[in-house]
T-cell receptor, first 115, second 113 residues
Framework: EAQVTQNPRYLITVTGKKLTVTCSQN?????MSWYRQDPGLGLRQIYY???????DKGDVPEGYKVSRKEKRNFPLILESPSPNQTSLYFC??????????????FGPGTRLLVL | AQTVTQSQPEMSVQEAETVTLSCTYD???????LFWYKQPPSRQMILVIR??????QNATENRFSVNFQKAAKSFSLKISDSQLGDAAMYFC??????????FGQGTELSVKP
């Protein structure tokens, strides 16, 4: 089954404790992206990657890191989480065949609470 | 910088009726993509419809269609024969060739039986 998986789905942590949210897709997609969703603000792009070893900042990259060492994985790293990073996080992937940005397939989301 | 605006935080429609959700965007780019996504209470993001800016023909998917006005930078979603399962948050999104994606604030659609 074609899918994007995220782990963990729920996480409660404390300020300053480094954490990683994993994202993996099995569709051989070139493009992957991370978003955060907050009430009234819609989804905001954190980082995206057009292919392996290529990453770019979205609109809200501060406090986050990413890496794209393999095509299927795109982990999101919070080196020192703060309460303002409490949010619902989505990973997504899509094909870019022919240079076109295709349909984004979203993971189920990770709900993060930073105390 | 690109922006996406959904001016209707909430909308309501009677079952079997038609409803239109508004979306406007701003960009200086000529080649881009527009999307409508549905987010039901499960929080899963589901693609409703996708439009490529270079295509003049409006995209349709069964009961869902768009009115794409490139010059006016408008991309509205029309839902015909509304069903109870259409109740959800709907997001309009803009994407460019470089992979940047910008979402609107969302419109909460309720469907009355």
């Amino acid at each position: 089954e074609a899918q994007v998986t995220q782990n963990p789905r729920y996480l409660i942590t404390v300020t300053g404790k480094k954490l990683t949210v994993t994202c993996s897709q099995n569709m051989n997609h070139e493009y992957m992206s991370w978003y955060r969703q907050d009430p009234g603000l819609g989804l905001r792009q954190i980082y995206y990657s057009m292919n392996v070893e290529v990453t770019d900042k979205g609109d809200v990259p501060e406090g986050y890191k990413v890496s794209r060492k393999e095509k299927r994985n795109f982990p999101l790293i919070l080196e020192s989480p703060s309460p303002n990073q409490t949010s619902l996080y989505f990973c997504a992937s899509s094909s870019t065949s022919g240079g076109a940005l295709g349909t984004q397939y979203f993971g189920p989301g990770t709900r993060l609470l930073v105390l | 910088a690109q922006t996406v605006t959904q001016s209707q935080p909430e909308m309501s429609v009677q079952e079997a009726e038609t409803v239109t959700l508004s979306c406007t965007y701003d960009t200086s780019e000529s080649d881009y993509y527009l999307f409508w996504y549905k987010q039901p209470p499960s929080r899963q993001m589901i693609l409703v419809i996708r439009q490529e800016a270079y295509k003049q023909q409006n995209a349709t998917e069964n009961r869902f269609s768009v009115n794409f006005q490139k010059a006016a930078k408008s991309f509205s979603l029309k839902i015909s024969d509304s069903q109870l399962g259409d109740a959800a948050m709907y997001f309009c999104a803009y994407g460019n060739q470089g992979g940047k994606l910008i979402f609107g604030q969302g419109t909460e659609l309720s469907v009355k039986p």
